[in-house]
Nanobody, 117 residues
Framework: QVQLVESGGGLVQPGGSLTLSCAAS????????MGWYRQAPGKQRELVAT???????NYADSVKGRFTISRDNTKNTVYLQMNSLKPEDTAVYYC???????????WGQGTQVTVSS
């Protein structure tokens, strides 16, 4: 019903920046909450940031002050601006969205972010 497509990942040096995008399509419902999760090698998937349709945000402590989540409701797109990147930010980043009255969770296929010198 809903398809999420991430883009913007890549290789960046420590201290650099990247912006990820996630476009949602295929549903008659507007997206409710949207967010970003990541999974580093050998670790569980973890929350990075979330944003409500009204723009309220929350962040993992590890990225607070460095990452900014935003969304464009007219495009059903969520963004993650990542600044001051660290090697420990290296992970596959997954887009998440909740759609419909029950806020069913949908996931993108992930985009690789590698922070290395």
């Amino acid at each position: 019903q809903v398809q999420l497509v991430e883009s913007g990942g890549g290789l960046v040096q420590p201290g650099g920046s990247l912006t990820l995008s996630c476009a949602a399509s295929g549903s008659l419902f507007k997206m409710n909450g949207m967010g970003w999760y990541r999974q580093a090698p050998g670790k569980q998937r973890e929350l990075v940031a979330t944003i409500t349709r009204g723009g309220n945000t929350n962040y993992a402590d590890s990225v607070k002050g460095r990452f900014t989540i935003s969304r464009d409701n007219t495009k059903n797109t969520v963004y993650l601006q990542m600044n001051s990147l660290k090697p420990e930010d290296t992970a596959v980043y997954y887009c998440n969205a909740q759609a419909g009255p029950s806020s069913y969770n949908y996931w993108g296929q992930g985009t690789q972010v590698t922070v290395s010198s």
